[in-house]
């Protein structure tokens, strides 16, 4: 069974760049897998920031953004601000009704 | 504004049945431009998706759970339900409702924590 694959953990000073990243164990993640990117703080539900490899959810600030970048779908985030210390989760739709996320990156803002 | 709201027991002994209940406010599950899912998250770890039906009773779920599980939809109630049987301790998690507009999960619940436990 294929893997979404994300970096467990990540590091970024505050108005610092970060980019995160979503790909397969086997294979090339395209704008055919609808790449999607889900923020998470603890106890609460996951937020949706990014649908369709690039399209921002209603009131996503605009330094959230998304790409294919070579093989992976990636998160980008300009300017860090210390409230965008979360988990991240992507989400890939595989074809035949199926999607599976990534096991998440743990983003820390220091 | 679409809102969805997880209900159901918290505890569920080994070997039985998890059965939860999602219902959908602001938007109806018969609209035919969603799909209705349940997605869970064990303590500490991850996300998985477990599954998803439309308004007309179309499901696919993954394969891990396709054994134990039903998911069903009840359009007079705006409500889709969740059936896991014979779960064991793995099956602890907090369990999300989501909607799936085209391959994605706009609106969520806000979750309700299974624990299985004798």
């Known amino acids: 069974q294929t893997v979404v694959t994300q970096e467990p953990s990540f590091s970024v000073s505050p108005g610092g760049t970060v980019t995160l990243t979503c790909g397969l164990s086997s294979g090339s993640v395209s704008t055919s897998y609808y790449p999607s990117w889900y923020q998470q703080t603890p106890g609460q539900a996951p937020r949706t920031l990014i649908y369709?490899?690039?399209i921002r959810s209603s009131g996503v600030p605009d330094r959230f953004s998304g790409s294919i970048l070579g093989n992976k779908a990636a998160l980008t985030i300009t300017g860090a601000q210390a409230d965008d210390e979360s988990d991240y989760f992507c989400?890939?739709?595989?074809?035949?009704?199926?999607?599976?996320f990534g096991g998440g990156t743990k983003l820390t803002v220091l | 504004q679409v809102q969805l709201q997880e209900s159901g027991p918290g505890l569920v002994k080994p070997s039985q049945t998890l059965s939860l209940s999602c219902t959908v406010s602001?938007?109806?599950?018969?609209?035919?431009?969603?799909?209705w899912s349940w997605i869970r998250q064990p303590p500490g770890k991850g996300l998985e998706w477990i599954g998803y039906i439309y308004y007309s009773g179309r499901t696919y779920y993954t394969p891990s759970l396709k054994s134990r599980l039903t998911i069903s939809v009840d359009t007079s109630k705006n409500q889709l339900s969740l059936k896991l049987r014979s779960v064991t301790a793995a099956d602890t998690a907090v369990y999300y409702c989501a909607r799936d507009l085209h391959h994605h999960f706009d609106y969520w619940g806000q979750g309700t924590l299974v624990t299985v436990s004798s």
């Open positions: 369709s490899t690039n």
């Open positions: 602001g938007g109806s599950i018969s609209s035919g431009d969603s799909f």
């Open positions: 989400m890939l739709y595989m074809g035949s009704g199926i999607v599976v």
